[in-house]
């Protein structure tokens, strides 16, 4: 089964850095688009960061400037470096992948950032 998985959060105070993986299970240049979401609790899901099979990338308004996507085609991996965190970016992360035949969502990973 096709699958995405996400690694990476954890527990940092306001102001430090984490970076996010997801690696999926066969050629990520099979998704002509992948990218990160968050939910915290209480709020629908929102965007974060995308990523296209060309490398064009958008981001939230809230994270321009302090989240950085990226992906690795060897490694079939697409990665997400956040700096400059702040509490209002604690939420449970998912890894997204859109083909021409299915989107797959991750299982999610937490982050959570202390003032």
């Known amino acids: 089964q096709v699958q995405v998985v996400e690694s990476g959060g954890g527990l940092v105070q306001a102001g430090g850095s984490l970076r996010l993986s997801c690696a999926a299970s066969?050629?990520?240049?099979?998704?002509?688009?992948m990218g990160w979401y968050r939910q915290a609790p209480g709020k629908q899901r929102e965007m974060v960061a995308t990523?296209?099979?060309?490398?064009?990338?958008n981001y939230a308004d809230s994270v321009k400037g302090r989240f950085t996507i990226t992906r690795d085609n060897a490694k079939n991996t697409v990665y997400l470096q956040m700096n400059n965190l702040k509490p209002e970016d604690t939420a449970a992360y998912y890894c997204?992948?859109?083909?021409?035949?299915?989107?797959?969502w991750g299982q999610g990973t937490q982050v959570t950032v202390s003032a």
């Open positions: 066969r050629s990520i240049f099979s998704f002509y688009a």
């Open positions: 990523i296209t099979s060309s490398g064009s990338t």
């Open positions: 997204n992948a859109v083909s021409d035949y299915d989107i797959l």
